[in-house]
Nanobody, 115 residues
Framework: QVQLVESGGGLVQPGGSLTLSCSAS????????MGWYRQTPGTQREWVATIYSSGYTNYGSSGQGRFTVSRDYAGNTVYLQIKNLKPEDTAVYYCKIWAKDEDYWGQGTQVTVSS
């Protein structure tokens, strides 16, 4: 059974930074890409960033500039570093794996940006 476990969320002051982690376990098979989405109450899940098996990265409009996605290929772990956090970054952040046969989602980790 595949499990994605996210960590690193919490309460952060505006201007601060944090790094989210997502570690995958189980028989995932070949991974095409890993990435992050975020969601606030009453809205659709929003794509933030993707890192492909080649190392190429791509960012959505919400992920441009202050977000950096990276990956530990050996452990199937994906990271999302966020700098200069703003209150509008407050959301539940979800990781996603695009594998050869199936896509997988993490359970989400809450990030709250507030003074």
């Amino acid at each position: 059974q595949v499990q994605l476990v996210e960590s690193g969320g919490g309460l952060v002051q505006p201007g601060g930074s944090l790094t989210l982690s997502c570690s995958a376990s189980g028989s995932i098979g070949s991974v095409n890409a890993m990435g992050w989405y975020r969601q606030t109450p009453g809205t659709q899940r929003e794509w933030v960033a993707t890192i492909y098996s080649s190392g190429y990265t791509n960012y959505g409009s919400s992920g441009q500039g202050r977000f950096t996605v990276s990956r530990d290929y050996a452990g199937n772990t994906v990271y999302l570093q966020i700098k200069n956090l703003k209150p509008e970054d407050t959301a539940v952040y979800y990781c996603k794996i695009w594998a050869k046969d199936e896509d997988y989602w993490g359970q989400g980790t809450q990030v709250t940006v507030s003074s």
